[in-house]
């Protein structure tokens, strides 16, 4: 079962003269998981800075201001909306007791009624990948989204070279279940994704982390 296939995670709310939406951590003893706030902006800002030739293959083109605090603190504002909203749940992940940002993973185009699901989307830091820590991530949000936001269905989408992406939805238990055309614009280009899902029935394999410096 899921509960039984990983380890307890506690969620709590903090910061309460923070953003008026409840502020939902999630925290394993190795790994935090938190919803932005604008303090996080000086780490945010380098570590993106940090990582912008490994990362900008595989997302939209980013906006000439996108590394500004102008345009951060539009970005938390709109995240704030969308968490009040019932509409995406965007997280920062965190090492080191929550000192240390090395990523970002976000359940987003939230569907409730009969779908009940929701679209995982997620990016890592440049001297952070390869390590399972995004696995982990992935695995911690994902129980979240089922335990928590009681969706019954998680889906993914990456590029068919993603070689990196690929192994890590089928190492967390994503199955693959089709190919999409020109499914989003990534670089500057339409391009076609390959698409997974987890359901909340199904198995999420453990994780192989290592939090090293």
Request: net charge positive; proline share 6%.
């Amino acid at each position: 079962m899921l509960i039984q296939r990983l380890a307890p995670l506690r969620l709590f709310g903090v910061d309460p003269g923070g953003p008026r939406w409840p502020m939902l951590v999630v925290n394993d003893g190795m790994m935090t998981i938190r919803p932005p706030v604008l303090d996080d902006y000086g780490a945010w800002t380098a570590l993106r800075e940090d990582s912008r030739s490994f990362l900008t293959p595989w997302e939209p083109i980013w906006p000439g201001d996108d590394l500004t605090k102008s345009s951060f603190r539009r970005r938390i504002k709109r995240y704030s909306a969308e968490i009040e909203r019932d509409e995406a749940y965007p997280f920062f992940i965190f090492l080191d007791e929550g000192r240390r940002l090395v990523g970002g993973v976000t359940l987003g185009n939230i569907r409730r009624g009969a779908a009940q699901s929701g679209t995982l989307g997620y990016w890592m830091g440049v001297h952070y990948a390869g390590r399972g820590l995004m696995g982990h991530a992935v695995r911690m949000v994902c129980r979240l989204g089922f335990l928590a936001l009681k969706l019954e269905r998680i889906e993914a989408a990456c590029l068919p070279d993603n070689d990196a992406s690929i192994r890590l939805l089928t190492r967390v238990g994503f199955s693959q279940e089709g190919h999409a055309r020109a499914y989003l614009n990534i670089a500057g280009q339409r391009r076609d994704h390959i698409c997974f899902a987890l359901l909340a029935g199904d198995e999420i394999r453990p994780s192989v982390a290592s939090p090293r410096s």
